[in-house]
C-alpha cells in the first residue's frame, strides 16, 4: 500500500469543465510535488511545496492550479484544459526538498483525459 | 542536449542475460543520484541510490562517473520480473532546482 494517496484515478473531462486532483501522503512528509508524464516523454515537474508554501512553479499554465492547504494534502485544480493536457498526473512526497538528497515517493497517478 | 540522457531502448534480452544502461547528465554540480524503476501504468519506484564509488544490491550494480557525468546501471542473472522502464534520475539543487530532474527512462524487457 502506497503512503501517497491520489484520487481519481482516471478522469475523464471536456475542455470547459472543472475538476480537481486530490493527493494525501501518510508519511509525515514536508515537501510535496506534482509531476506530469507524457507518452514518451520524461516526467516534468510541475509545482514544488515545501511545508505548504510553493517554492516552484515551472512554468505551468495558469489552466492549472495548485493548493497546498497542509503538509498532507495537495490539490490540483483543472479548468479549460486542452486535449494535449491529457497525461499521467503523478503526485509525490519526500522528507525535505532535492537537497538533502531525499527519496521522492510517488502516488499511484490521476490518469487524465480531456476531450 | 537533454539535462538527463537515456538510451529509450527497448533493450530485449534473454532470462539469464546481463544489461547495462547508461544515462548522462548535463550539469557537472549535481549532487546525487538515483536509479528508479517504473513497470507499467505504474508509479515510479526509487530501485537504488548511486554512491561515487559505486554499490550494489543483489544482481544490481550502480556507477557513477563524474568526470565523464555518467552514470550506469547494471543488471545481472535478468528475471522476468525486471521488465520495466529504469529511469535515471539527478538531484539538480545548485541549477536551483527544488526537485529531482527525471530521465525519459531505458525500457528493459526480459524474455524467456
Known amino acids: 500500500e502506497t503512503g501517497v494517496t491520489q484520487t481519481p484515478r482516471h478522469l475523464v473531462m471536456g475542455m470547459t469543465n472543472k475538476k480537481s486532483l486530490k493527493c494525501e501522503q501518510h508519511?509525515?512528509?514536508?515537501?510535496m510535488y506534482w509531476y506530469k508524464q507524457s507518452a514518451k516523454k520524461p516526467l516534468e515537474l510541475m509545482f514544488v511545496?515545501?511545508?505548504?508554501?510553493?517554492?516552484e512553479n515551472n512554468s505551468v499554465p495558469s489552466r492549472f492550479s495548485p493548493e497546498c492547504p497542509n503538509s498532507s494534502h495537495l490539490f490540483l485544480h483543472l479548468h479549460t484544459l486542452q486535449p494535449e493536457d491529457s497525461a499521467l498526473y503523478l503526485c509525490?512526497?519526500?522528507?525535505?526538498?532535492?537537497?538533502?538528497?531525499?527519496?521522492?515517493?510517488f502516488g499511484e497517478g490521476s490518469w487524465l483525459t480531456v476531450v | 542536449r537533454k539535462e538527463v540522457e537515456q538510451d529509450p531502448g527497448p533493450f530485449n534480452v534473454p532470462e539469464g542475460a546481463t544489461v547495462a544502461f547508461n544515462c548522462t547528465y548535463s550539469?557537472?554540480?549535481?549532487?546525487?543520484f538515483f536509479w528508479y524503476r517504473q513497470d507499467c501504468r505504474k508509479e515510479p519506484k526509487l530501485l537504488m541510490s548511486?554512491?561515487?564509488s559505486g554499490n550494489e544490491d543483489g544482481r544490481f550494480t550502480a556507477q557513477l562517473n563524474r568526470a565523464s557525468q555518467y552514470i550506469s546501471l547494471l543488471i545481472r542473472d535478468s528475471k522476468l520480473s525486471d521488465s520495466a522502464t529504469y529511469l535515471c534520475?539527478?538531484?539538480?539543487?545548485?541549477?536551483?532546482?527544488?526537485?529531482?530532474?527525471f530521465g525519459s527512462g531505458t525500457r528493459l524487457q526480459v524474455q524467456p
Open positions: 550539469n557537472s554540480a549535481s549532487q546525487s
Open positions: 534520475v539527478v538531484n539538480m539543487w545548485d541549477t536551483g532546482r527544488r526537485a529531482l530532474t
Open positions: 508519511l509525515g512528509h514536508n515537501a
Open positions: 511545496y515545501n511545508f505548504k508554501e510553493q517554492t
Open positions: 509525490a512526497s519526500s522528507q525535505a526538498l532535492a537537497r538533502a538528497g531525499n527519496t521522492i515517493y
Open positions: 548511486v554512491y561515487s
